[in-house]
């Protein structure tokens, strides 16, 4: 697929459109969800059922590695190193 200047600056300029969209249906997303863990909240609640969904709110925990300890007992770490390479596309 070939396309002049002209038409790319059509595809970049509706890029830009989209993402604008993104980040406002992303902003009411994330008001939405904290009317929604108000009422978890208010009501005392962990689990709750509605007629289409099952909403739960609960805390959880995520464990790390803290790479600067690890560096600190071992030393180098570039020999556990995983480097994965890929394209990405920017438009400014």
């Given amino acids: 697929m070939c396309m002049t ?4 600056e059509k595809k970049v300029e509706e890029i830009r459109k989209y993402k ?5 249906a992303s902003n ?3 008001a939405l969800e904290q ?3 108000s009422y978890m909240k208010e009501n005392d609640l962990t ?3 509605t007629d289409s969904a099952k909403i739960t709110y609960k805390p959880q925990s995520r464990t790390s590695l ?3 300890k690890l560096i600190e007992k071992i030393g ?3 020999e556990y190193e995983k480097v ?3 394209n990405v596309l920017r438009i400014k």
């Fill in 84 to 86: 994965t390479s890929y």
């Fill in 35 to 37: 009317e929604v863990i």
């Fill in 47 to 49: 689990e709750e059922f």
């Fill in 5 to 8: 200047k002209s038409e790319l």
């Fill in 76 to 78: 180098d770490l570039t």
């Fill in 66 to 68: 803290d790479k600067e």
């Fill in 20 to 24: 604008a969209m993104v980040e406002e």
């Fill in 28 to 30: 009411i997303q994330k």
